[in-house]
């Protein structure tokens, strides 16, 4: 960030690897391990901000849950204290309603070991990615100098019958990231 008279400061931060393929598993959520811990590998994480409600479905996530009521939750991450991404995940709520995706405190594994729970676990994820600069509210959240752009994940979680089951829109902090992407030919 430019100083007026005092030369150029850099940020310092060691990037986050995130390899969607990985941190989705089942081996990773189904044995009760945080989706993040693939992608930290070891840093200090935390979770706050943390907002939990019941709400009428955006005509976006109407559209792709097919339903008009969703609960949603919306919280921040940080990694080595520094916060890095803002995320929403709305779920359908008759699918959801009195489970511990409706609480803070999920459980191990998290929302997809929950959602195998209730039976409906994750089989399938689609992902979008798009790069954009941050809305006010997203750069006052993750603390963003001026300038800097977020990446946004657009995610998508289906059933083995292809059921969507959770919308999930991600804002990451672009500087904090590095996105990798493995596949055969």
Request: glycine fraction near 10%; hydrophobic fraction near 35%.
């Amino acid at each position: 960030m430019p100083k007026r008279g005092s030369g150029v400061y850099v940020r310092r931060f060691k990037p986050i690897r995130r390899h969607g393929s990985r941190r989705l598993a089942r081996d990773q959520w189904g044995q009760g391990r945080a989706i993040w811990e693939s992608d930290t590998r070891g840093r200090p994480y935390t979770v706050d901000a943390v907002e939990i409600v019941r709400e009428r479905a955006g005509e976006e996530v109407a559209r792709v849950l097919d339903t008009s009521e969703v609960w949603v939750r919306r919280r921040r991450y940080s990694v080595d204290g520094r916060p890095v991404q803002y995320a929403t995940s709305s779920f359908p709520a008759d699918l959801v309603e009195g489970s511990p995706i409706t609480r803070p405190d999920t459980g191990p594994g998290g929302v997809y070991a929950r959602l195998g729970d209730l039976g409906h676990a994750p089989a399938h994820f689609t992902e979008e990615v798009r790069a954009r600069m941050p809305m006010p509210e997203e750069a006052a959240a993750l603390n963003l100098p001026a300038g800097t752009p977020v990446i946004i994940v657009l995610r998508t979680a289906y059933t083995i019958g292809g059921k969507p089951i959770e919308l999930n829109e991600m804002v990451l902090d672009a500087a904090s990231y590095v996105l990798q992407y493995d596949f055969d030919a």
